[in-house]
Each structure stands twice: as structure tokens, then as C-alpha cells.
């Protein structure tokens, strides 16, 4: 859960810089507190490179190699070539490409929609927002598992409601699926939208709150300017909403396709790539040439040949952020902009339908169908405008919360009930026989101990390094500092996809593999980044004048440090917290692939190893769901008012 806000460009230093005649030559070349920044940016600066920068490197060294037996073969681009011939591979991008687009497209209209209802709201807005956040909030794991079971073809809830309200045959009628009951997972012309789905439902939350952000910052003097001139609904939204939600939508969009372009752990752990391959990603294909056939070369070859696609992204995103924080006009301005956002949509929609057509004009139904209720709604009178945006928020609380409903009622039936799907929205009795045989069977204690203690010791690096390193780019004047700050967020941006195969060849090597060393040393890689450039732009937000009177005060810039600025930093520090400890919390790729054994397992991957082959104890899976998502959602809940704080005063929003 990576926040799309970027810190701005270093401030000037506390107190005012001597003159030229009373630097050193050193000073003078490097900056007036090279040494200071120097000690500071060392921690962050040995992770990131030992952990971010070498690992690229060695990824491009591993994929000119060839495993031969027990040694490498150096082969030069043999490895490259093979991929344009590898069926596997370009079946992978493709799925990558279609996986990514079509969830884009509807998390942005499904976010903009319910930042829209929520806008309109004057009481209970920040309650709603809240129970919007839960899919974002909730581990992976659960998410996959919780739809998994939902999906069943034989168990699953959604086919016996579709069934009951008739809207499962009309389906099948409209031909939007091949046969009724609709094997969602298992048929290869629904595993791949049914999978879209799940991550839209992740996603959406995570737009709605970016775009509900972006509303409050449009004036509202341009509304009621454009009502005064007589504007319709759907003009103002155009002319006014449209355009001052541009940047948002463009940042959120461009980030949210790296994560998800590069995502493995819901597609895994919904369908492992299946049936056959109809859903397998290209990380998917890295990770099985890599880690199942050990053919680390070629693994690594499937990652860098995305490596263009991904600097891409990286490349509009940074600007874009860089653009924002300067206050510098955007370069395409008027005809050309359009233009260009017509080329773009062109060719993103033939690329789609040439990709998949048989998707591309399901999901084309199903668009038109929310923007014509979302355009109907809009254009009523403002009494049924009213009754049809709480209509539509209820529809869409009851697409958010059914999931989590679901767990949590599983979580208390008997076996009996499971099994017989008997009391399927209301457990009769309730019972804690699940817990226990949680405990009894599996070694969920002791997945949820090493959770804990990796989440917590990766916080505690996290947090130290990003501090200083933070406060170094925010506060002190050295060479090289903006280029710092920017090699902080391409490694913030850099998908786990890139890392993990040097990763894994790095522990093999310092015979760390199956250890909980390998997880406090290699999840750092996602939380450091993030936490130094929120700090970055938190450091910078308080007031110099209060360092300066420490410095006045003959205090050292260390003890101004220490007990002036941390301080006041305590908002931001507990926001970074947070986010870093969920993400180690959540956490699945890494320890999926670094670690075999039971007892060194997390809860995520222990999850997954609950599910053997056909084999799926719903009722364990649910009550483990609910203790694995209770202390996310609790630290969130009270830690909302520190978040907020801290991201309101250490970024810039996008």
C-alpha cells in the first residue's frame, strides 16, 4: 500500500550559510554539510545499494548466463533471443497487459463514481471513507482467499445468489458466460475477468480515497460560476471536475499500473496462472523459470525485457510528481493534450480487443452499463438524483463489505455447517470451533510470531535509516542531494518482480534462505524508500525557525535533531509506522520464495500452504483471515487521525 504523494524539493538550511571565505575546499566542493549528510544518508544509502542498485546489476550479469549442472555459462543475449520464440513468455505479457488495463479502466470510473456519491455527502462521509478501506487494508491473502472461496463453483455464495435473483441465467442468455453455474476460476473465459475483478475490488478503495481528495481541492467558486452560466450536470463535470482531477487521475492511474503490471501475489494465490496459463503474468513466468526449473538466467532475461515498460512509467510518473512539487506548467497544453489523450486511448483500445476480444466486448457491456446508470443518476431531478446516489452507494458498500461479511460469519460456523453450506449468511450456533482447530492442526502460532517479529524488526530499520535520511535531504545543503532524492523514488516505484531472483541468488549464497534473516534483511527494499520520501517532505514542513533557536542556543545540528525536530515529527514518524508495518505484514512474494519451511513461515505464505491441491478448509481459512486482518484494521483505526496528519503535512498532494 504505497501513497501516490510526493515530498518536495529540500528546503534551505537552518540557519544562514557563512560566507564563501569560511568554507573549506571540501565544503565548497561537495557542500557546506557534506560530512553531516554524509553520516546521515550512510544507513539508507548501504541498503538501498546493497539491496536495490547491486541486485539490478547482478540481474542483468545472471541473465547472460546459462545454469549448467552446478556452474553458469556465460551465453550473451541467448537468453533474450529465446524469449521471442518462448510461447510461455508471450502469453505472459499479454496477460500482463490485459490484467492491467481493464482493471485500470474500471477502478478509475468505479473510484471516480464513489468519490462522486461520497463528495455529495454532508453527514457519515469519514465513516463511509473508512469502510471503503478495508479491501485496500486487508492482507492479500485474505482478499484472495475470501473471493477464492466466493467463486466456488459448488460452495461459493456468488453463484447461489446469481442463481436465486435470476440474474445468473440472464447472464448466460446475454451470452456474458458460457453456461450457468459459472465455474469463475476454472473456466478460461472467466478466469481472467473474474481475477480482474478481485483486483479492481482491492483497488478501488485506494482511487476512491485519491480522487475524493482531489475534489475537496477543486474551488467551489469554478461550480458556482459554471452555474451561474447555466451549465448542466454533466457540463460542470466535464468543464470543471474532469480538469481539475486530471493530475490525480494521471498519478494514480501511472502508479497504480506499476503495482499492478507487476503483480503476483493475488493472481497466485487465486489461480496459480490457470487453467493452463490463461492468467500466469510474466513475473509468474520469471518466478517459474527461476525458482521451479532454476534456470536463473533465463528468469532473470523475462524480468529486464519488461524493464522498458516499467522505466516508462516510472519516467511519466516522476515527472509528473517533479512537475507538481516545482509548481512547473505541464509541457502539452491545450489541442495537443487532447490529442495526445485520444492517440493514447486509440491505441490502448485496439491493442485490448486485439489482445482479447471475447473479454473486450464483455467488459464494453458492462462499462456502458455503470455509465449509463452513473448518467441517468446524474441527470435526474434532485430528489431521485438523491434516492439513486444512496441506492448506488448501498450497491456499492454491499460490493465492499460482502467479502469481509462473508470471512467473518465463516470464521464462527461449525464444520457442518461449512460443509453442508447450511446458515450461510447467519452461523447457527455460533461457535469457536474454527479457532481452535486453527491452533490444533497448523502451526499458526508460530506463523503469526514471525510475522510479527519480522514486521516489527523491518519497521524498526525502516524508520531509523528513513529519519536520518529524511532529515538530510529535507534540511542539509550537499552535492548531489536532488539526484539522491530521485534514486529514492525509483527505488520506492521499483516492483519486487526485478529483485527477487538476485535476491534469492544473494542468499543462497550467504546460506540465508529459510531463515528469518532473509525477510528483515530484504523487506526494506519496499519500506525504506517510501518512509525516507515521506520524511523527506514531513522534515521539510516544520518551521526552520525552531532549529534555529536550538542553534542559537548553542545546541549541535545533531542535538537540534534529536530533541527539537523528532519531536515535532512524531505525526509523520507514526504514519510511516504504520504503512511500513503493514506492508512487512502483508507481505507475500519474498517469503514465498525465500522461505520453505513451516517453521519459519509468515502468515501469509503459512495460509497459502493451509490450501492442498483440491483440499480447502474454509472455516480454518476464515477464522485465520480474521486474525490476520484484526491488527491491520485496528492499527489503522487508531492510528487514522496520525496518518492523516502525517501525510497532510509531509506531502504534496499529486
Known sequence: MRSLRTAPAPVAKATSPPGPG?????????????????????????????????????????????RHGADSVFVGLDNYRALAGDQQFRTGVVNSFVFTAYAEIFKVVLGLAAALLLHRLRRGRALLTGLLLVPWVVP???????????????????????????????????????SWPAGWLSDPSLAMPSVILVNVWKGVPFFTVCFLAGLKAIPADLYEAATIDGASPWQRFRHVTLPGLRHVITVTVTLSSIWTFNNFDLIWLLTQGGPGDVTAPYVLVAYSKAILQLQYGAGAAVTLVMLPIIAGLVFVLVRLLRQDAGNRPPRWTGPTRTALGWT???VVTGL???????????AAVVLGIILLIAAAVGRASPAVSRAGSAVALAGLLTFVLGPMYWIFVTAF????????????????PWTLEQFGVLFTNQPFGRWYLNTLMVSAASTTVALLCAALGGYALARLRFRGAQGFTVTVLLTYVMPGALLFIPLYQLLIRTRLTDSLWSLVLTYPTFTLPFATWLLTGYFASIPVDLEEAALVDGGTRIQAFRRVVLPLAKPGLLAVALFTLTNAWNEFLFAFVFITKDEYKTLPVGMQSMIAGDVVPQGQL???SLLVSIPVVVMYAFGQRFLTEGLTAGAVKG
Open 140 to 178: 492479500t491473502v485474505v482478499t484472495a482467499f475470501s473471493w477464492r472461496s466466493l467463486l466456488d463453483p459448488i460452495f461459493g455464495s456468488v453463484n447461489t445468489l446469481l442463481t436465486n435473483s435470476g440474474i445468473g441465467p440472464l447472464l448466460a442468455d446475454l451470452h456474458l458466460v458460457d
Open 22 to 66: 569560511s568554507l573549506t575546499p571540501a565544503q565548497r566542493r561537495l557542500g557546506r554539510d557534506w560530512r553531516l549528510a554524509a553520516l546521515f544518508l550512510t544507513p539508507t544509502a548501504v541498503l538501498v545499494g546493497a539491496l536495490v542498485l547491486v541486485p539490478i546489476i547482478q540481474s542483468f550479469i545472471t541473465s547472460t548466463t546459462e
Open 413 to 428: 460456523k461449525t464444520e457442518s455447517q461449512v460443509v453442508m453450506r447450511v446458515d450461510d449468511l447467519w452461523p447457527t
Open 352 to 362: 485490448l480487443f486485439w489482445a482479447s476480444p471475447e473479454i473486450f466486448w464483455k
Open 622 to 624: 476464515a477464522a485465520a
Open 344 to 346: 493514447v486511448t486509440a
